[in-house]
C-alpha cells in the first residue's frame, strides 16, 4: 500500500505541477492580451484624430474646389467676352478701313 501511496502522492505532484504550468501559460496569454487591448486603445484614438482631420481636410478640400470652379466659370466667361470685343473690333477696322476707301475714292474724284 506504500507504494501506491507513493505512486498517488506523485500522481497528486504532477497534477499540481500541470496547474501551475497552466497558470503561468494563462497568465502569460492574459498578459498579452492586456497589452494587445492597450495597443487597440491607442489604435483607436489615433483613427478618430486621424478621421476627424479626415473630415477636416474633406470639408476645406470642397470649398477650395468649389472656388475654383468658380474661378474657372469666370475665366471662361471672361474669355468670351474678350473674344466678342475682339471680333467687333476687327469688324469696325474693316468697316473703318472700307469708308476710308470710299471717302478717299470720292474725294479723288471730286477733284
Request: hydrophobic letters at 30%.
Given at each position: 500500500?506504500?507504494?501506491?501511496?507513493?505512486?498517488?502522492?506523485?500522481?497528486?505532484?504532477?497534477?499540481?505541477?500541470?496547474?501551475?504550468?497552466?497558470?503561468?501559460?494563462?497568465?502569460?496569454?492574459?498578459?498579452?492580451?492586456?497589452?494587445?487591448?492597450?495597443?487597440?486603445?491607442?489604435?483607436?484614438?489615433?483613427?478618430?484624430?486621424?478621421?476627424?482631420?479626415?473630415?477636416?481636410?474633406?470639408?476645406?478640400?470642397?470649398?477650395?474646389?468649389?472656388?475654383?470652379?468658380?474661378?474657372?466659370?469666370?475665366?471662361?466667361?471672361?474669355?468670351?467676352?474678350?473674344?466678342?470685343?475682339?471680333?467687333?473690333?476687327?469688324t469696325l477696322l474693316?468697316?473703318?478701313?472700307?469708308?476710308?476707301?470710299?471717302?478717299?475714292?470720292?474725294?479723288?474724284?471730286?477733284?
Amino acid at each position: 500500500m506504500a507504494g501506491q501511496g507513493a505512486s498517488l502522492q506523485n500522481y497528486n505532484n504532477e497534477l499540481v505541477k500541470c496547474i501551475e504550468d497552466l497558470r503561468d501559460k494563462r497568465e502569460e496569454i492574459n498578459k498579452q492580451i492586456l497589452k494587445e487591448e492597450e495597443e487597440k486603445a491607442k489604435i483607436q484614438r489615433d483613427l478618430s484624430i486621424l478621421t476627424d482631420r479626415l473630415s477636416t481636410i474633406n470639408e476645406k478640400l470642397a470649398k477650395k474646389i468649389q472656388a475654383r470652379n468658380e474661378y474657372d466659370r469666370t475665366i471662361q466667361e471672361t474669355e468670351a467676352a474678350y473674344m466678342k470685343i475682339l471680333e467687333s473690333s476687327q469688324t469696325l477696322l474693316q468697316v473703318l478701313k472700307r469708308e476710308t476707301v470710299s471717302l478717299t475714292k470720292k474725294k479723288q474724284s471730286s477733284s
